[in-house]
């Protein structure tokens, strides 16, 4: 009892999912919403509408059963008249079942097809998605590329600087030592000069001394000369 009033509640469930939207919940979905296998739970809805009186409508399924075989039900109406009610029942009960299979396959069919619609919906969003994400990669590419370019001329133009600053101090380096060497030849010669200044100072000195000395010798022989004169 606790089964059956279990399966009660799934089938009522399932119907309802059913009627919500068709489209969405198919067989499939609901059994699997329910943790049910699809054929026990068509099994059980079927086995309840059956004894309500109400058919199984399937997406796909034929709406009038009953013409499956048109040219069969005419001819046998009298001998079914006179069919044993256990036989009736039995036949009826096949042919039930068998529509109930065939519909049950049909919509399994449906469903199967409506999940392959989502798939290849699915598909297609994703192959859009993945374009996209291809373009943005080939943007992302050719962005890296004109960077590491952009970066090699960079790295290019500040060696170039590197090595005309680095001509520029070997050059200052040049002058530099020259103008130490000219402020050193400089600075002897005007030692040498203040040295010339001195021995000319000095040599100027010595023929003033020299002068003034034969100055006096001629003076003093003068006199002389002239005593000289006095006497003889």
């Given at each position: 009892?606790?089964?059956?009033?279990?399966?009660?509640?799934?089938?009522?469930?399932?119907?309802?999912?059913?009627?919500?939207?068709?489209v969405k919940w198919t067989w499939v979905k609901i059994a699997s919403y329910l943790g049910v296998?699809?054929?026990?739970?068509?099994?059980?809805?079927?086995?309840?509408?059956?004894?309500?009186?109400?058919?199984?409508?399937?997406?796909?399924?034929?709406?009038?059963?009953?013409?499956?075989?048109?040219?069969?039900?005419?001819?046998?109406?009298?001998?079914?008249?006179?069919?044993?009610?256990?036989?009736?029942?039995?036949?009826?009960?096949?042919?039930?079942?068998?529509?109930?299979?065939?519909?049950?396959?049909?919509?399994?069919?449906?469903?199967?097809?409506?999940?392959?619609?989502?798939?290849?919906?699915?598909?297609?969003?994703?192959?859009?998605?993945?374009?996209?994400?291809?373009?943005?990669?080939?943007?992302?590419?050719?962005?890296?590329?004109?960077?590491?370019?952009?970066?090699?001329?960079?790295?290019?133009?500040?060696?170039?600087?590197?090595?005309?600053?680095q001509s520029r101090e070997e050059d200052y380096s040049t002058l530099l030592n020259e103008f130490?060497?000219?402020?050193?030849?400089?600075?002897?010669?005007?030692?040498?000069?203040?040295?010339?200044?001195?021995?000319?100072?000095?040599?100027?000195?010595?023929?003033?001394?020299e002068r003034e000395h034969r100055l006096e010798l001629q003076g003093r022989a003068q006199a002389?000369?002239?005593?000289?004169?006095?006497?003889?």
């Amino acid at each position: 009892m606790a089964e059956q009033r279990n399966w009660d509640q799934l089938c009522a469930t399932a119907n309802k999912l059913r009627e919500a939207d068709s489209v969405k919940w198919t067989w499939v979905k609901i059994a699997s919403y329910l943790g049910v296998s699809e054929k026990n739970l068509y099994y059980h809805i079927s086995k309840r509408r059956e004894a309500n009186g109400t058919p199984v409508k399937r997406v796909g399924a034929s709406k009038n059963p009953q013409n499956t075989k048109p040219s069969s039900q005419p001819q046998n109406v009298e001998k079914t008249k006179s069919e044993p009610p256990k036989l009736k029942s039995f036949a009826t009960e096949h042919i039930e079942k068998a529509e109930a299979l065939d519909t049950f396959w049909k919509d399994r069919l449906n469903g199967i097809l409506d999940e392959k619609d989502a798939m290849q919906k699915e598909l297609r969003e994703v192959s859009k998605l993945y374009e996209e994400l291809k373009g943005i990669k080939e943007k992302l590419a050719q962005d890296l590329i004109a960077e590491k370019k952009l970066r090699f001329e960079t790295e290019d133009a500040l060696k170039l600087s590197q090595d005309q600053l680095q001509s520029r101090e070997e050059d200052y380096s040049t002058l530099l030592n020259e103008f130490n060497a000219i402020t050193e030849k400089n600075h002897e010669l005007n030692h040498d000069l203040r040295k010339m200044h001195i021995q000319v100072g000095a040599a100027n000195e010595t023929a003033a001394k020299e002068r003034e000395h034969r100055l006096e010798l001629q003076g003093r022989a003068q006199a002389l000369g002239m005593a000289l004169k006095v006497v003889l």
